[in-house]
């Protein structure tokens, strides 16, 4: 959690303002993406910092840190805070404040699975974390592909491109 921190500081203290820096760009409409615990990353970077971004697609994701940590915790142990607050199914039930949600409520989020080999997990934390999102009022798409829609790169690089020409850029 510790080594995570640094990280998201390093996004939100170098990489952003370099973004804006080069770009001259310094509004919000800035897409960030992954697959498989890449998708994790944007999902949760996007929920904690509506202010930097406005678009996530996540593919194929797993939004718990039970995937990453031999000692999980469970939902409701405060005692590990930069574990609970990086752990998107855990943290958006309880979330309350506006701050957040307004701006999530005029994102753009793409969540992806599909129902093919080793995407079971990933799957069901999707199809959870859309739940999570429908109690907040967040707008999402939600989109399951088939059963023949595995866990793997030559998926990922079809969603991609499927997801980015559909998107107003």
Request: with cysteine.
């Amino acid at each position: 959690a510790n080594r995570h921190d640094v990280w998201e500081s390093a996004i939100v203290e170098e990489t952003f303002p370099f973004i804006h820096r080069t770009t001259g760009h310094d509004g919000r409409r800035v897409i960030v993406t992954g697959c498989s615990g890449g998708a994790f990353h944007a999902a949760n970077f996007l929920f904690r910092h509506p202010d930097l971004c406005d678009t996530a697609i996540c593919l194929s994701g797993v939004y718990s840190t039970r995937h990453f940590r031999k000692d999980h915790i469970d939902d409701f142990d405060y005692s590990y805070p930069g574990v609970y607050y990086n752990n998107p199914l855990h943290y958006l039930p309880g979330l309350r404040d506006e701050k957040y949600l307004a701006p999530l409520r005029n994102s753009r989020i793409i969540l992806c699975c599909g129902q093919g080999a080793y995407e079971a997990e990933c799957l069901e934390e999707t199809c959870r974390l859309s739940d999570i999102l429908n109690s907040k009022g967040i707008n999402h798409w939600l989109d399951i592909w088939g059963h023949d829609v595995n866990h793997d790169w030559p998926w990922w690089r079809i969603q991609i491109a499927h997801f980015l020409g559909r998107l107003d850029l």
